[in-house]
């Protein structure tokens, strides 16, 4: 099915540790980003991609690192993880952003971090 | 100042009723776009419903509208006749045309709760 791809759904971390949460769409959309969502809260935007090798920091970008060298893949990397780090991920992509468009947004990934 | 404010943390609607979610925003940008989102316990973000800050009419889709007041900077989401499948978070989101990378800036949601 088209959309946006997230892996893994699930991850527990320990702390210190790094990992790779993956994001792929098919839609060949051009912007591309990653928020988190704590508990009872809305999402807060990490980092964003509006196209192929370019990427720029969000509202909390400490201690995550992206890359773009596809069009289609987004990863998002956590260096060393801290428990403040436990959180839902959400990967989302978007055409050009004149008029009616909708934000295609992956299932999420749960992370945990102990 | 926060971007985007909802002020209702939850609430509770009978089923069959109507409900109105608020949500208030603040922006310089005269180009920018309102979005509602509705998340399910099951935690994928639904959207809902989109109003343009050009658009000369109020959103609708289905059962949702979307009561646009520019000039208090209000875009309130309402749900008619309730089901109980509305159970769930709702987000409003604005989006800041001059801004880079088609980025979507969220309240801190309502949660809905239908009973029977």
């Known amino acids: 099915n088209a959309g946006v791809t997230q892996t893994p759904k699930f991850q527990v971390l320990k702390t210190g540790q790094s990992m790779t949460l993956q994001c792929a769409q098919d839609?060949?959309?051009?912007?591309m980003s990653w928020y988190r969502q704590d508990p009872g809260m809305g999402l807060r935007l990490i980092h964003y991609s509006v196209g192929a090798g370019i990427t720029d920091q969000g509202e909390v970008p400490n201690g995550y690192n992206v890359s773009r060298s596809t069009t289609e893949d987004f990863p998002l990397r956590l260096l060393s993880a801290a428990p403040s780090q436990t959180s839902v991920y959400f990967c989302?992509?978007?055409?050009?952003?004149?008029?009616?468009?909708?934000?295609?947004f992956g299932s999420g990934t749960r992370l945990t971090v102990v | 100042a926060q971007k985007i404010t909802q002020t209702q943390p939850g609430m509770f609607v009978q089923e069959k009723e109507a409900v109105t979610l608020d949500c208030t925003y603040d922006?310089?940008?005269?180009?920018?776009?309102l979005f509602w989102y509705k998340q399910p316990s099951s935690g994928e973000m639904i959207f809902l419903i989109y109003?343009?800050?050009?658009?000369?009419q109020n959103a609708t889709e289905g059962r949702y509208s979307l009561n646009f007041q520019k000039a208090r900077k209000s875009a309130n989401l309402v749900i008619s006749a309730s089901q109980l499948g509305d159970s769930a978070m709702y987000f409003c989101a604005m989006r800041e045309n001059k801004a880079a990378g088609n980025k979507l800036t969220f309240g801190g949601g309502t949660r809905v709760l239908v009973k029977p």
């Open positions: 109003q343009g800050s050009y658009d000369q």
């Open positions: 922006t310089s940008d005269p180009s920018y776009g």
């Open positions: 989302a992509s978007s055409t050009d952003r004149g008029g009616l468009n909708g934000y295609t």
């Open positions: 839609m060949n959309h051009e912007y």
